[in-house]
């Protein structure tokens, strides 16, 4: 596997991965449907942003990306491919952008999981901190909002 910067060419195929992977969760149809401005990476998003992806076999089997706002860096895209999962490639994504923090000059990753990846994010180390209440369907929706540490020490 290598992790390499996205091109602004990958955006259709980064879209496919976000789309299948978060349909692996089962979510109905109508809920992804109402996520697709969410799932949707633009070729201007990438050229914007830290964006990597996994390339497996000269195929590529997910992505992360990460956003610059003001004071802190938040993880806005990590996905894998359902048939990729559980080869370790989010884990090598997840890494990988700590490193991309690091050298930005980032301190913590801040990230908003969906409920079905807040566990991955635990095992990587990451810290929930809070929740983003949403609305879908006229029903709450909870979203954990996560933070990772760069650099845990307290001075």
Request: proline fraction near 5%; hydrophobic fraction near 40%; aromatic fraction near 10%.
């Amino acid at each position: 596997m290598d992790i390499v910067r996205a091109r602004p060419e990958d955006a259709a195929t980064l879209t496919e991965i976000a789309f299948a992977a978060k349909r692996h969760w089962g979510y109905p149809e109508r809920w992804i449907q109402a996520w697709q401005d969410l799932l949707t990476i633009s070729a201007e998003a990438i050229a914007d942003h830290e964006t990597y992806t996994a390339v497996v076999d000269g195929r590529i089997a997910g992505f992360y990306s990460l956003q610059q706002k003001s004071d802190r860096i938040c993880l806005e895209h990590l996905w894998v491919l359902p048939s990729a999962m559980r080869q370790g490639i989010g884990r090598a994504l997840f890494l990988h952008a700590i490193e991309r923090v690091k050298a930005l000059g980032g301190h913590t990753l801040e990230i908003e999981s969906d409920p079905n990846s807040e566990a991955f994010y635990h095992r990587m180390g990451a810290q929930r901190v809070g929740t983003k209440v949403t609305q879908l369907e006229g029903q709450p929706r909870e979203l954990p909002r996560l933070v990772y540490r760069v650099d845990p020490s307290p001075y």
